[in-house]
C-alpha cells in the first residue's frame, strides 16, 4: 500500500449529524446494471450548519435531488469516490439519490451480489454503501419501504418486514413492496431476488399470533430443510419460555445461498445463510453438521431481539449483539442436547481460537478501541470471549437475577443503538449490585491466570485455598469449585465466618489480586474440584500430581471438570514425552493414563456424548499452546505414540465398545443416537491405528456399508493419516458418489488438506486446479486452504517454509477478489514469535511479501502489519 490506512477509534465516537427518519428503496434488478433510487427523509440532529455526508463504495451516481429539485453540480461532491457531501442542506429535507451498481461482478459479496443466478446481499459491517449513498453506521435507525422490479424469471422477490403489494408491469416484469415497521440500521438491511424453491411451516406465538415460517432453497433442495425448519420452531419457542421473547412480525424468511462471506446474516425478518448451515439430510450431512445447523438457526433468529430490535451505537459495541447472541445460543443448544458436552465442545473451540488470538499478536478487548477494518473484528474475542463474559454475569447474578437484567434492558432500550455499558448497567440495576469492576472484562485483553495454592490444617481440619489472579488489570473472577472426599463424593462446605454449610458447587469471587478462603469443620481431606463448568475463560495453574488427576478423571461429580482432569493429565504426559524427545530420547507413554479411561469406558451410568469427549486427546495446536518454543514434529509424534498405546492397551474393550453402539434403527440426529455414534467412532479411530488387517477390514467395512454420512466420514477420517491403498479407494468412491454436491465435496477437500502426509500440499495445489475448487468461493476457501493452513500443523509448517509461501500466494491471489475471506487467512502466519528461530524467519518473510503487494486492501493490511509487528 502506499500510505498507512487510518485508524477508526473509539474515543472519537460522535452521535451522527442527521437521523434518517424514513428509508424509501426500488430495485430495477439487472446483473450488469442494477438501477437503486433512494428517497431518505433526514432531520438534523445538532447544534449548527453542519454538512451532510454520505457513504458510498464503487457507486455511479446517476441523479440526485432534494426536495424534488435537482441538485446544480457545485451543491453537492463526491469526494475519493467513496463520499457524497452536500455542504448546506436545511433542518429537515427529503434526499433523493439514484445510483447504478453491477451485482454480477461483485467478487467481494459485500453489498448486492449475484450468487448462482440469485441476487443477495450482506450488509453487515458496511455493505450497505455498495448500493446506494447512506450514512452507514448502526445508530442511524430508520423505517424501510422497499420497491424490488425484477423479471419474471426471478420469481421470488424478498426484502425485510411484511409484504404490503405485489403485482405484474406493463413491460412483463412484476414487483413486490415490502414494508418493515420497525426502525433499523443500514446493516440489517436484506434484499434476495431469485428462481427459489419454498419449504413452508407455521408458528403460533405465546400470545396466539400466527407466523409464517419460510425456507427458501435452490430447487431440489428442499427436502433437506426440515431439521432447520424443526431447529426454527424450537428456537422459536425455547425464546418465549427462557427470556419471554416473542416474534413480531407476520413472516420470518431464510435464505440459503451457495456463496457467503459468513455463515449467517440476522437481517431483520429475512435471514440469509451459507447453505451449509441449512441442508442435512443423513447421506449428505455429520451429526456435527446437524448439531451447527441447529444453534446458527438458533443463534440467527435470536438476533431478533439482541441485535435487531436493540442494536449497536457503534462497531465497536459488536459483542454487546454477538457475544450476548453466542451466550444465548449456547444456552439453547444445552437444553437441546447435552449440557456438559455442549460446555466442553466450546471450551475446545474457546482455547483452539479465543486463547490462540489472545496470545498472539492480534489480540485485543471484547470491546476493542479502535481498527482500520471492521470486518477484522468478527473474531473469537468478541464472538466467543464475549459469550464467556455475559455467561460469569449469569453465573454472579444466578439465573433469575440474568432474566431480571435482561427484562430491564429490553424495557429501557427497545429500538435503540446502545452500549456494552448500557447492557451491564440494565444487569446492575436490576440486582441492586455493583458491576463496575466486572466491566474491565470487556476493556482488557488477554487471558487472565489463576494461581491455586491449598494448605490443609489437619489439626483444625480445615482447608485453605489462595487464589491469586496474574493480569494486567483486577478483574472480578467468578470461580466454581466443589470438594470431594476419598470416595468421590462433594462435601457440604462452609467458609469461616458462614453460620451454615453449603452442598455442592459454590462460587467464589476473586476481585482482588489475592484472596484467601479457608473452608472449616470438613470430615476429610477433600480434593477440590475447580472452574466446574468451566465458570470464567481462565487459565488455572495449580499443582496435581498424576494419582490426583486420575481421581478426578474418574469421579469429579462435575463433568466438565471430570472432562478437564483428563485433558490436563494427557497434556502432562505428552509434554513429558515432547520433552524427552527433544533430548533424544523416547519413553513409552504411561499405561496408567489408559486404565483411566477405561474406568470412562466401564461407567455404564455416564452419557455417551460425554464418554467419546473424553477419548479425545487434546489438540496439537493446544499442546503447541503449552510450549514456549513450538516443535510440531515433536508434539505430533508423542500425541500419535500416546494414541496408539491407548490402542493397543484397550483393543478388547474398544472392539467391545465398538460392536455395542452399533445400531439398526434408521438414522436420527437426536443426542441419544449422535452419542451412540461419537462412542462408537471414537473407539473406531483407536482401533484404526494398530497394525492389524483385521482392524483396516473393520473400518473399510464401516465406510463401504455406512447408511449415513457421519459413520462414513468417520471411517474415511481413519484412514486418513496414511498413505494406503485403501484410503486411495475411499477417497475415490467418495468423490464418484457425492460429486454433484458441493457442501459434501467441501468435506473431501478438507480431508485431503488435513491429512499429515509428506505429499499434501502437492495435493491441495493439486485440487486447486480440480473442477470441485474455486477461489472465488469461500466455502470452497475455507474447505481446501483454511483447512491446510488451520488444521494440518505438521505440513503447514514444514521446515522449507513451503506451506507458509502457499498461503501467502493465496492471500495474494483472493486481497484482488474478496478481501473478507483473504484477512481471515493471515492468522496462521502471525504466531511465527512462537517457532524457532528458522521457521520465525520465514513466517516474518512471507508477511512482508504480502505486505508488499501493491493496492493491498485495507482487510488484509490490518492483520498482516500487526502479524508482523516489531523486528
Known amino acids: 500500500m502506499t500510505e498507512q490506512p487510518r485508524a477508526i477509534r473509539l474515543q472519537d465516537y460522535r452521535r451522527p449529524d442527521y437521523d434518517v427518519e424514513t428509508v424509501d428503496l426500488t430495485f430495477d434488478l439487472v446483473p450488469d446494471a442494477t438501477r437503486v433510487k433512494s428517497a431518505l427523509r433526514l432531520v438534523r440532529r445538532t447544534e449548527g450548519d453542519a454538512p451532510l455526508v454520505l457513504d458510498g463504495d464503487e457507486l455511479k451516481l446517476v441523479a ?425 463424593r462433594d462435601m457440604a462446605t462452609r467458609l469461616e465466618g458462614e453460620s451454615e454449610a453449603q452442598a455442592g458447587t459454590r462460587v467464589l469471587r476473586l476481585n482482588a489480586r489475592n484472596r484467601n478462603f479457608r473452608f472449616v469443620d470438613l470430615p476429610e481431606a477433600p480434593i477440590p474440584s475447580l472452574n466446574r463448568h468451566f465458570s470464567a475463560p481462565v487459565t488455572l495453574r495449580v499443582e496435581r500430581s498424576d494419582e490426583e488427576l486420575r481421581f478426578l478423571m474418574g469421579n469429579d461429580t462435575d463433568p466438565f471438570a471430570r472432562w478437564e482432569a483428563g485433558q490436563q493429565y494427557a497434556v502432562k504426559l505428552l509434554l513429558g514425552t515432547v520433552a524427552s524427545l527433544r533430548n533424544g530420547e523416547f519413553a513409552p507413554p504411561d499405561p496408567a493414563f489408559a486404565d483411566a479411561l477405561l474406568q470412562s469406558l466401564d461407567d455404564a451410568g455416564l452419557d455417551k456424548a460425554f464418554v467419546a469427549q473424553m477419548m479425545h486427546l487434546p489438540s496439537e495446536d493446544f499442546l503447541a499452546e503449552q510450549m514456549e518454543v513450538i516443535d510440531i514434529d515433536a508434539i505430533h509424534q508423542a500425541r500419535e505414540a500416546l494414541r496408539r498405546s491407548i490402542a493397543q492397551r484397550l483393543k478388547g474393550r474398544l472392539l467391545e465398545v465398538y460392536h455395542a453402539n452399533q445400531s439398526n434403527e434408521p438414522y436420527s440426529p437426536d443426542a441419544a443416537s449422535a452419542g451412540r455414534r461419537a462412542l462408537k467412532n471414537a473407539a473406531l479411530s483407536y482401533l484404526a491405528l494398530l497394525s492389524d488387517p483385521a482392524m483396516l477390514d473393520l473400518v473399510v467395512s464401516q465406510y463401504n456399508g455406512a447408511d449415513n454420512m457421519t459413520d462414513r466420514m468417520a471411517a474415511l477420517w481413519a484412514l486418513n493419516d496414511s498413505a494406503t491403498t485403501a484410503r486411495d479407494q475411499a477417497l475415490d468412491d467418495f468423490y464418484v458418489r457425492f460429486s454433484d454436491n458441493p457442501l459434501v465435496i467441501d468435506k473431501w477437500l478438507g480431508l485431503q488438506a488435513m491429512a499429515p502426509l509428506p505429499d499434501t500440499l502437492d495435493t491441495v495445489r493439486g485440487l486447486m486446479n480440480h473442477p470441485a475448487f474455486s477461489i472465488r468461493n469461500p466455502n470452497k476457501v475455507r474447505a481446501l486452504i483454511g483447512s491446510f493452513a488451520n488444521g494440518n500443523p505438521v505440513c503447514f509448517h514444514a521446515p522449507d517454509g513451503s506451506g507458509y509461501a502457499f498461503l501467502a500466494d493465496r492471500i495474494i491471489d483472493l486481497d484482488g477478489l474478496n478481501p473478507q475471506v483473504a484477512a481471515r487467512l493471515v492468522a496462521p502466519l502471525g504466531r511465527w514469535r512462537r517457532f524457532d528461530q528458522a521457521r520465525q524467519h520465514l513466517m516474518r518473510e512471507q508477511l512482508r511479501r504480502i505486505l508488499a503487494k501493491p493496492g493491498l486492501s485495507r482487510d488484509v493490511y490490518e492483520l498482516a502489519s500487526k502479524s508482523l509487528g516489531e523486528d
Open 64 to 488: 440526485i435531488s432534494l426536495d424534488g429539485r435537482k441538485l446544480a453540480e457545485d451543491e453537492y461532491s463526491v469526494q475519493h469516490g467513496c463520499r457524497l457531501v452536500i455542504p448546506h442542506p436545511p433542518a429537515s429535507f427529503t434526499l433523493e439519490v439514484e445510483t447504478e451498481i453491477s451485482p454480477r461482478s461483485n467478487t467481494k459479496l459485500s453489498g448486492l451480489y449475484v450468487s448462482n443466478g440469485t441476487f443477495c446481499t450482506q450488509c453487515e459491517a458496511e455493505g450497505f454503501r455498495r448500493i446506494t449513498f447512506f450514512p452507514d453506521r448502526p445508530d442511524v435507525m430508520a423505517v424501510y419501504t422497499v420497491t424490488i422490479r425484477a423479471s419474471r424469471s426471478l420469481p421470488v422477490l424478498l426484502s425485510n418486514g411484511n409484504l404490503v403489494e405485489q403485482g405484474e408491469l406493463e413491460d412483463g416484469r412484476h414487483f413486490a413492496v415490502w414494508h418493515d415497521p420497525f426502525p433499523k440500521p443500514s446493516y440489517l438491511f436484506a434484499l434476495v431476488a431469485g428462481d427459489l424453491a419454498l419449504v413452508e411451516d407455521r408458528f403460533v406465538t405465546a400470545s396466539g399470533r400466527e407466523v409464517a415460517l419460510r425456507i427458501w432453497v435452490e430447487h431440489g433442495n428442499e427436502d433437506r430443510c426440515g431439521y432447520a425448519m424443526d431447529s426454527l420452531k424450537r428456537a422459536m419457542r425455547w425464546d418465549e419460555e427462557r427470556f419471554g421473547l416473542e416474534y413480531d412480525l407476520d413472516v420470518f424468511n431464510i435464505v440459503a445461498v451457495s456463496d457467503f462471506n459468513m455463515g449467517a446474516m440476522e437481517n431483520k425478518s429475512l435471514n440469509v445463510f451459507n447453505d451449509k448451515y441449512i441442508l442435512a439430510d443423513p447421506q449428505t450431512a455429520t451429526d456435527q453438521d446437524y448439531e451447527l445447523i441447529e444453534g446458527i438457526v438458533a443463534h440467527e433468529y435470536f438476533h431478533n431481539w439482541t441485535g435487531n430490535r436493540v442494536t449497536c451505537r457503534d462497531w465497536f459495541q459488536l459483542s454487546l449483539k454477538e457475544g450476548l447472541t453466542v451466550f444465548r445460543d449456547e444456552e439453547f443448544s444445552s437444553d437441546q442436547r447435552s449440557r456438559p458436552v455442549k460446555r466442553i465442545q466450546t471450551v475446545r473451540n474457546l482455547r483452539a481460537r479465543q486463547f490462540v488470538e489472545d496470545a498472539g499478536p492480534l489480540k485485543h478487548p471484547v470491546r476493542p478501541d479502535s481498527y482500520i477494518e471492521i470486518n477484522n473484528f468478527y473474531t473469537a474475542t468478541v464472538y466467543e470471549k464475549g459469550g464467556q463474559v455475559i455467561g460469569m454475569l449469569q453465573t454472579i447474578l444466578g439465573r433469575e437475577g440474568f432474566r431480571k437484567g435482561m427484562d430491564l434492558y429490553f424495557q429501557r432500550h427497545d429500538g435503540q443503538a446502545v452500549t456494552c455499558e448500557d447492557f451491564v448497567a440494565a444487569m446492575a440495576d436490576a440486582n441492586g449490585v455493583d458491576l463496575s469492576q466486572f466491566f474491565r472484562w470487556y476493556t482488557e485483553a488477554g487471558t487472565p491466570e489463576v494461581i491455586v495454592k491449598r494448605h490443609w490444617d489437619e489439626a483444625a481440619k480445615a482447608l485453605e485455598l489462595t487464589l491469586e489472579q496474574r493480569f494486567p488489570a483486577e478483574l472480578d473472577i467468578p470461580l466454581s469449585i466443589g470438594l470431594l472426599d476419598s470416595q468421590g
